[in-house]
């Protein structure tokens, strides 16, 4: 179907998945929510989604993907998340897009249109401190409340994040100087993880199971959101490799036990040889190098002692697990954590910098860790996470957010009258006692 805009000569459009991939991909705004990839794993999953492109004279100057979702009730929203991708710097273009998307959202009778663009609130830093004098798109927001829409606030979004940790890669030449941005604190757990023999493994359907089980173990561990395991087999059946790399970190327990064995039997020998050496020499020298070689022996018996609840029948364990999507500009961390059992190990340090020199290898020229909580102080919930993502270096990014318009304003109201209400009793039925007195 085409649609036109006589305000600007506009054209409406729906593209194929090649047209609207060739345009994506390269938009700066690029999301893997607003991705070919993502379109054809939500269909799979039997979700209504429409490509859409504008057209000006022919050329493509806006895309986006539209999700059209109906409640049981018969409410339907069209939401283009992380969307739509175009100039926003063009007041006009914004405007008559908007009258397309809105038009289009009424003819498939949607009482609501939701986007939620892909582009910086207010710039700022590692510590989330404001720094408007780079980039503020309050304006925007104000632009957009003009045209109708309403915004819905700056809160963290679990659903549609719109906080993050993002550490930019570009310049960066080569792993060492990338271990050299870190901290201290994460380059020495980094080297921990790579010397006690942390390897990383992609799943396939093969495994997916046991990406699953670490994945689903760290969830109610820590008390995060995961999905269910159809979700990610249908990601791995409906996207490439390279887009959907649901990443395990593991250890082989009888492995390393012989390695840490044998080191700190090297160890030993060489503290015994030098403790004779001291004794009969008193050199100075040796006696600081004992300091040393004794050290190492120390953390050797602690990390032996550390292991003793996990026999060698574990065989190789599955420390940690986390859900990658590669996509346009970045790599995105999007869901995953470690087994407590295994925290030892530091499997999410491992995952995390091993898809950075993926990153670094493939040319992305950004790393993001997604959802990121607990900025302002550390009393807040998810303030350590926060402060890992930190050793890593980067700065706090935060979207200009969601935004909504009415399309059927009165079925719209009532919708949120009713949201309201409900929100309303589960609040005072959440105060009654459970029993009577």
Known sequence: MNQVSTAAALEYTVL????????????????????????RFQRARGQEVELFGVRRGGELVAAGKLNFTTTRLGYTVCECAKGPLMDYSDPALVRDVVVLLRQRAAARKAAELRISPNLKYIARDEDGAEHPEILDNRPLVARLGGLGFRHQGLDMDFVNVNWMFVKNLEGIADAEELIMGTSYRTRKAIRKAEKNGVFLEQATLDTLDDFYGALSRAGDEKGFVYRERDYYEQLLRTTSPEFTKLMMAKIDIPAYRKSITDRLATESATAADLRRDVEETGSKKKA????????????????????????????VATVAAIHFVCYGDEVVCVIGGTVQDYIYFNGATSLYWGMMLHALEKGYPRYNFYGTFGISGQDEEGHGGYEFKKGFGGDVVQLV???AMPVRPAVFHANRLARSAAAAARTVLGRLPLKRA
């Open 16 to 39: 194929s998945e090649d047209q609207f991939a060739d345009f994506a991909v390269k938009h700066p705004q690029n999301s893997f929510l607003q991705s070919a990839d993502f379109a």
């Open 288 to 315: 600081n190098r004992l300091k040393v070689v004794q050290d190492l022996v120390d953390s050797y018996e602690r990390s032996l002692k550390d292991i003793e609840r996990f026999p060698d029948s574990v065989g």
């Open 401 to 403: 957010g969601s935004f």
